[in-house]
């Protein structure tokens, strides 16, 4: 039987922000001077009716700025540095750091 857990990342061509300048900004700007009268005629001349927005939302991501994958979770585990082996051992190992805190925090009087 195996598990699995969601990794999250960046995605890598938004880098996290959701969006991205608009392909037609882009060209506009490797063609002109950038300047924003010049924009407005730019743009009607390649046939828009009107100026588009300067960002749009990145389609590799969805707008969200992650990327969702599954991961198997010994995968996932040994990625954070815990060896699915020694689960048991750390299991036991915090259960007994859990009872000094509680004992710690709860003294009684003797």
């Known amino acids: 039987m195996k598990f699995y857990v969601t990794q999250e990342d960046d995605c890598e061509r938004c880098g996290g922000a959701?969006?991205?300048e608009h392909p037609a900004w882009t060209r506009f700007?490797?063609?002109d001077d950038g300047s924003w009268p010049s924009a407005m005629i730019w743009f009607r001349e390649q046939g828009w009716h009107e100026t588009p927005d300067d960002e749009i939302r990145c389609r590799v991501c969805g707008g969200t700025g992650v990327i969702e994958?599954?991961?198997e979770l010994n995968q996932a585990?040994?990625?954070?540095?815990?060896?699915?082996?020694r689960l048991r051992e750390m299991s036991v190992f915090?259960?007994?750091?859990?009872?000094a805190l509680e004992a710690m925090?709860?003294?009684t009087v003797v």
């Not at 040994?78 to 699915?84: D, H, Q, T």
């Not at 915090?94 to 009872?99: A, C, P, R, S, Y």
């Open 18 to 20: 959701g969006y991205v």
């Open 29 to 31: 700007y490797a063609e």
């Open 69 to 71: 994958r599954n991961v």
């Open 77 to 85: 585990l040994a990625a954070i540095g815990l060896e699915p082996g």
């Open 94 to 99: 915090l259960h007994m750091l859990n009872k």
């Open 105 to 107: 925090a709860n003294p």
